[in-house]
């Protein structure tokens, strides 16, 4: 279990922009993929946006060309920058972190998350 920390998280006016932040202290991001989920009210949790080892991203499809997710393995932070928000995007946003491992032929792959922080609310207000 990665104890991570989320951050950032506020209310933010329709079209307005805010960056989530998630470290954790005592380990290095450069041995896991890491993810940003979201649970809205009333709905399932979903994935926003995930980032493998390889800096390889992907994005639910309500968000691509909107949010962003970096990693830097320097200062070991995990960022969601989120463009142009929507009141749809109001919900708590989770960060996630699975173990990074190597397949047979040498391609990244990602384990599935085991570890979540407690969350941060963001508000969207139309």
């Known amino acids: 279990q990665v104890p991570l920390v989320e951050s950032g998280g506020r209310s933010v006016q329709a079209g307005g922009s805010l960056r989530l932040s998630c470290t954790a202290s005592?380990?290095?991001?450069?041995?896991?993929?890491m993810a940003w989920e979201r649970q809205i009210s009333g709905k399932e949790r979903e994935t926003v946006a995930h980032?493998?080892?390889?800096?390889?991203?992907s994005y639910l499809d309500s968000v691509k060309g909107r949010f962003t997710i970096t990693k830097d393995n320097a200062d070991n932070h995990v960022y969601l920058q989120m463009d142009s928000v929507k009141p749809d995007d109001t919900g708590m946003y989770y960060c996630?972190?699975?173990?990074?491992?190597?397949?047979?032929?040498?391609?990244?792959?990602?384990?599935?998350?085991?570890?979540w922080g407690q969350g941060t609310q963001v508000t969207v207000s139309s």
């Open positions: 980032i493998g080892s390889d800096g390889q991203t």
């Open positions: 005592g380990y290095t991001f450069t041995d896991y993929c």
């Open positions: 996630a972190a699975g173990r990074a491992v190597q397949a047979p032929d040498g391609t990244p792959n990602c384990l599935p998350a085991t570890s």
